[in-house]
């Protein structure tokens, strides 16, 4: 960086390099990056009946919209992220973001009942789906609910593109946005 467009206080606290030290420095291979192993925050699991998928809504996943529960049922909502390669899992777990947030029916408007911000907490390990691909998985908890109609809000975005074996997403992807809802009630 050229040295006039620095300010700082102690001129002498900041190393100055020679442009032959610095041609040096970049021609150097630089070691392998390896990732960080996925540490889950929850067991592996299967789906259970009291599982709502986040984006149920969406017609790819028409079998699992409008269930219906009991008030004595403790019910979790969960979303799945599966890509080809457990590089690319990782790489998306570190650019996303969800928003997902469970909204009840009153009158004609809905009521945020809960944001569920605590997600990393509730991530699966990496496993195989059936389609042989890597994926993870998070059930967040929400416990028992009143009777009602409810609704999951989802929303997906990424700090930066990223790809899936199939598809890019994040800014300048071919989705930048990833939203969905789900339709549930409760007796």
């Known amino acids: 960086m050229l040295g006039e467009l620095v300010i700082v206080p102690e001129r002498a606290a900041v190393p100055i390099l020679a442009t032959a030290e610095l041609t040096a420095r970049a021609a150097q ?71 997902v947030q469970l909204e009840r029916k009153e009158g004609e408007l809905w009521q945020l009942v809960r944001k569920l911000d605590d997600y990393d907490n509730y991530r699966t390990a990496l496993t195989r789906a059936p389609n042989g691909r890597p994926e993870v998985r998070w059930f967040v908890p929400i416990g028992r609910l009143e009777p009602g109609e409810y609704r999951v809000s989802y929303r997906l975005t990424w700090s930066r593109r990223i790809e899936d074996g199939d598809k890019s997403f994040g800014p300048g992807g071919d989705e930048e946005i990833n939203t969905g809802t789900c339709l549930f009630r409760v007796r």
């Open 29 to 99: 291979p630089r070691a392998a990056v390896s990732f960080p192993t996925l540490v889950p925050t929850i067991p592996a699991r299967a789906v259970l009946r009291t599982d709502i998928l986040a984006y149920c809504d969406l017609p790819a996943f028409r079998a699992e919209a409008n269930k219906v529960f009991r008030s004595t049922d403790a019910l979790s909502i969960y979303w799945t992220w599966f890509a080809r390669t457990a590089e690319q899992i990782r790489d998306h777990l570190d650019a996303a973001t969800y928003e």
